[in-house]
T-cell receptor
Framework: GQNIDQPTEMTATEGAIVQINCTYQ??????LFWYQQHAGEAPTFLSY????GLEEKGRFSSFLSRSKGYSYLLLKELQMKDSASYLC?????????FGAGTTVTVRA | ETGVTQTPRHLVMGMTNKKSLKCEQH?????MYWYKQSAKKPLELMFV???????ENNSVPSRFSPECPNSSHLFLHLHTLQPEDSALYLC?????????????FGPGTRLTVL
């Protein structure tokens, strides 16, 4: 079976940094994705990790440790528009298994 | 805009109705997916089509019937649904090539079953 855990909610202040952790236990692994989903909208792709280490994309970074079954998404210089749900997903072959999502609320 | 469109965006139906959801992608992808998203739950994979062939049916009740007439279009036919089927139904597509194979999602159809 697939087990992907991430916190339900996080709150942070505009301009701050927030780290969203994701732990997984899956039968297969071909990579880990992070998606952002604003209320009522489609999930949009943020990052992809398949090797251990840090991938940086502007204000967003994602880290992976395959041996620990662990990833995090780091959001820097938070803006109000970053208030959204962040989904961690593990790929096995051509299928994705998702965590329940972390709702991030950015306060002024 | 992700290049994946879904219609209708909102649908209210009774338990005896028959309706269809439509998904279309203009990205040249070769795999398409249906997911169900319920409040506070992970996205649940329902069906996968690879090169128009159904390769996954994730124990979905027969009241949901997918159809993939070509690699650009995907339908989900609905009949005799239950109130617990109310959810956001998302379509996604990707090009399966052995790389990251990122899935791109449509905006979803918000379904309410009365």
């Amino acid at each position: 079976g697939q087990n992907i855990d991430q916190p339900t909610e996080m709150t942070a202040t505009e301009g701050a940094i927030v780290q969203i952790n994701c732990t997984y236990q899956t039968s297969g692994f071909n990579g880990l994705f992070w998606y952002q989903q604003h209320a009522g909208e489609a999930p949009t792709f943020l990052s992809y990790n398949v090797l251990d280490g840090l991938e940086e994309k502007g204000r967003f970074s994602s880290f992976l440790s395959r041996s620990k079954g662990y990833s995090y998404l780091l959001l820097k210089e938070l803006q109000m528009k970053d208030s959204a749900s962040y989904l961690c997903a593990v790929r096995d072959d051509y299928k994705l298994s998702f965590g329940a999502g972390t709702t991030v609320t950015v306060r002024a | 805009e992700t290049g994946v469109t879904q219609t209708p965006r909102h649908l209210v139906m009774g338990m005896t109705n028959k309706k269809s959801l439509k998904c279309e992608q203009h990205l040249g992808h070769n795999a398409m997916y249906w997911y169900k998203q319920s409040a506070k739950k992970p996205l649940e994979l329902m069906f996968v089509y690879n090169f128009k062939e159904q390769t996954e049916n994730n124990s979905v009740p027969s009241r949901f019937s997918p159809e993939c007439p070509n690699s650009s279009h995907l339908f989900l036919h609905l009949h005799t649904l239950q109130p617990e089927d109310s959810a956001l139904y998302l379509c996604a597509s990707t090009y399966v090539a052995g790389g990251s194979d990122t899935q791109y999602f449509g905006p979803g159809t918000r379904l309410t079953v009365l």
